[in-house]
C-alpha cells in the first residue's frame, strides 16, 4: 500500500469525467486499499478515485467512526432516488471548506464490490451523501459547484492565498 497525493481545487485535473472500470482485478484491489489508506489518514469518510489522479469509476467510504465499515463502489450507478436533504459537506480536494449542499435523501445505488460482484443496495443518513459526492467526483464536479460564482471565486482565492502562506517544505533527501 502507499499514500497517494489527493489533488486540490481549483487543480483542472479534478474536471475529468472518469470511464467505467473494465476489470475488477489485483491491480485495482491494491489501488483501492491505498485510497482507504490515504482516506484514513487525511482524515475523510470518502474519497473517488479522480481525486488522486485515477480517472476511473470507483470510490470508496466509510462513514463510520472507527474505521469499521469500508466501502468500496466500483462502476456505481444511482437507479432510484427519493426526498431532499440540505447537509454541511466539505471536501479532502477543497480543504478547510464547508457549505451546505442538497442532497437527495435516499438513494439506491447498484455497483460492483471489491470481488466484482454486482450489488444493489438503498442508502440514507450521511453514507447517502457521501456515496452522492464522491459520484459527483466521477463526473467532474465539485461541492462548489453548487455554490454561486461569487461564493466559488472567493473559496479559490482564500486557498491560494493559505498555500502561498505555507512555507516551502524542507528537502527530504
Ligand atoms: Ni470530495
Known amino acids: 500500500m502507499a499514500m ?11 474536471r475529468t469525467r472518469a ?13 483501492i486499499d491505498s485510497m482507504f489508506e490515504t482516506m484514513y489518514a487525511a482524515p475523510g469518510i470518502g ?17 463510520s467512526t472507527d474505521k469499521s465499515d469500508p466501502q468500496v463502489l ?5 437507479v ?15 480543504p478547510g471548506i464547508y457549505a451546505e449542499v442538497r442532497r437527495a435523501e435516499k438513494i439506491r445505488v447498484r455497483y460492483l464490490d471489491r470481488d466484482g ?19 459527483d467526483h466521477l463526473e467532474g464536479r465539485l461541492f ?4 454561486s460564482e461569487a461564493k466559488r471565486q472567493k473559496i479559490r482565492k ?3 492565498k493559505e498555500r502561498r502562506q505555507q512555507p516551502e517544505p524542507a528537502a527530504v533527501l
Open 80 to 94: 432510484a432516488s427519493e426526498g431532499e436533504m440540505i447537509n454541511e459537506e466539505g471536501c479532502l480536494s477543497v
Open 19 to 31: 470511464v467505467p472500470v473494465e476489470t475488477v482485478d489485483d491491480e485495482l484491489r491494491r489501488l
Open 117 to 135: 460482484n454486482e450489488v444493489e443496495r438503498d442508502m440514507d443518513g450521511l453514507l447517502a451523501v457521501c456515496v452522492q459526492h464522491e459520484m
Open 47 to 63: 474519497l473517488a478515485a479522480t481525486q488522486v489522479d485515477v480517472h476511473r469509476r470507483f470510490l470508496v467510504a466509510d462513514v
Open 74 to 78: 466500483i462502476n456505481p450507478e444511482i
Open 158 to 160: 482564500r486557498l491560494q
Open 4 to 14: 497517494l497525493n489527493i489533488l486540490e481545487f481549483p487543480d483542472p485535473r479534478l
Open 144 to 147: 462548489v459547484d453548487y455554490l
